[in-house]
């Protein structure tokens, strides 16, 4: 039987058994055939997994290639439109795997991209850290202790003068007085 001589659209089993033989051969009339027979279906049902048309074709045309590279050590079980069938969905699969895989990559690109902005802001705070910390080391021990108690611990002015056992006007005054001079010498970083 000559493979031009089976009708194009469906193949029996018998049919499908020859033409696999004859693609073992390096037939180029069964691969063709096989292309001209089952591409169209095989696009169509990708479409049910996979919207975009160009991924569909895509994906069936990488099938045929396998299945032509392949040829010689391929073993079908089913019929072959079946195996073809299951390589579509198998590669739908992946292919839904690796979009996955793609979008945890952007996200964690974005992610970078704000951790880069994140570095800058760090830089900034640090740099403003120790302009601060240097500061504080220019004002007198005593009123660094009222201002250090008030801001970076939270304490209430009262807090404060019953822990340094302070009246309540002099610990206002020492916390005025550091933040004026904090303000001054901090001036560049407003």
């Not at 493979?3 to 051969?25: H, R, T």
């Not at 691969?31 to 919207?51: E, P």
């Not at 040829?71 to 699969?93: G, H, M, W």
């Not at 992610?111 to 902005?117: A, G, H, K, P």
């Amino acid at each position: 039987m000559l493979i031009l001589e089976i009708d194009m659209g469906k193949l029996d089993k018998q049919q499908e058994y020859f033409v696999l033989s004859a693609l073992k051969q390096d037939s180029k009339e069964a691969f063709s055939l096989l292309f001209q027979t089952y591409y169209t279906d095989l696009v169509l049902f990708c479409g049910n997994f996979i919207k975009d048309k160009d991924s569909c074709e895509d994906i069936v045309q990488s099938i045929f290639l396998k299945l032509c590279t392949e040829r010689k050590n391929i073993q079908i079980e089913t019929s072959l439109k079946s195996y073809l069938l299951k390589a579509v969905r198998n590669s739908c699969f992946d292919e839904f795997r690796h979009l996955e895989i793609v979008r945890q990559y952007e996200t964690e690109y974005e992610n970078t991209v704000l951790d880069s902005y994140d570095t800058e802001n760090y830089i900034l705070y640090s740099d403003l850290h120790d302009h601060l910390r240097h500061a504080l080391e220019q004002v007198p021990e005593l009123y660094r202790e009222a201002f250090v108690l008030n801001r970076f611990e939270g304490l209430k002015y009262r807090e404060i003068a019953e822990k340094l056992n302070l009246p309540l006007g002099t610990v206002k005054s020492r916390i005025f007085f550091t933040r004026q001079k904090l303000q001054e010498e901090l001036k560049d970083f407003r």
